[in-house]
């Protein structure tokens, strides 16, 4: 399973964007086991492909997640206002755990 996590704005804009990309196979068990809890927590494969603020503000942060897992990929757009605490949850860990591309 890899999970691919896209961000852009604040006030950088589209010049601040990063990406982060996590092959499970590659982390350590505990770490890849606890990321895929996150993603059954938070239904991903079932989420619309956006969750996303009415009147989001220039600076607000907006996350793009797709993952791979063996069939066809699902992303889902979203500002975490707006997102389930368990893909909130998700959304920290990768942004904390893995260095961005």
């Not at 990406?19 to 499970?24: A, C, G, H, K």
């Not at 059954?40 to 603020?53: E, M, R, T, W, Y």
Request: with cysteine; net charge negative.
């Amino acid at each position: 399973m890899r999970l691919i996590l896209k961000c852009t704005g604040g006030f950088a804009g589209p010049a601040g964007a990063q990406t982060r990309t996590v092959d499970l196979k590659q982390l350590p068990e505990e770490q890849a086991s606890q990321l895929q809890q996150l993603l059954q927590a938070s239904d991903f494969f079932a989420l619309p492909p956006k969750l996303v603020k009415q009147a989001p503000k220039s600076w607000d942060f907006k996350y793009e997640l797709e993952v791979e897992d063996g069939g066809a990929p699902h992303c889902v757009v979203y500002h975490l206002d707006e997102a389930s605490p368990s893909l909130k949850e998700l959304t920290e860990k990768l942004n904390d755990e893995v260095d961005p591309d």
